[in-house]
């Protein structure tokens, strides 16, 4: 979670605080797919006026590798102002937070694969972040986390073609056409 931001949440006449976070429940909801119930904003532990973590292994599960998709939303249209959103984080043990997707009033909810950060897991605490942050800092961190799985994407494509090229046996059919097995998924 980076620094404190000063965005404004949208007022509601519901006592907001003077950094303009509303200091009660409902900002937004977390619920771990397949594990638990909808988790309010006010579950949390507030530590700034734009930021809150998440003890998961307390509230949700001792075992948090077990938890494989986390979902966050804004609890309402007017939840936050339109030119912020709510950044998603994990961390585990006290390690760097790890931005893992964000929600905006455009996409005022989304399912995040958590993919915990690896190391010594051994009795350690796993946590999620939640920051309200710029639209424009989240679109920019979207388009890396994005770009990482398009790369991903291309090396898995080359490897299974890698794969199918090794079942040319010297049939030529033509400069860019390969001849493999039907049943090469089965080898």
Known sequence: LGAPLPFRVRRDG???????VRAMAGLFH????GHSFPIDSAACVQTSATQWTLDVSAMVN???LMLKEVCLA??????IDATAGLGLYVSVGGSEWQY???VYANRPSDVFPIQWPSGDMAGASAQIGISIEPVSALAQKEGARLGAKEEFAKRVAMDLFRFLESFNAGTVVGPDQLV??????DR
């Open 30 to 33: 977390v619920v771990f797919v």
């Open 180 to 185: 493999v097995p039907a049943n090469f998924l």
């Open 62 to 64: 001792t075992n948090f």
């Open 74 to 79: 804004l609890s309402s249209p007017n939840a």
């Open 100 to 102: 893992r997707g964000g």
């Open 14 to 20: 519901d006592g907001a605080t003077a950094a303009g």
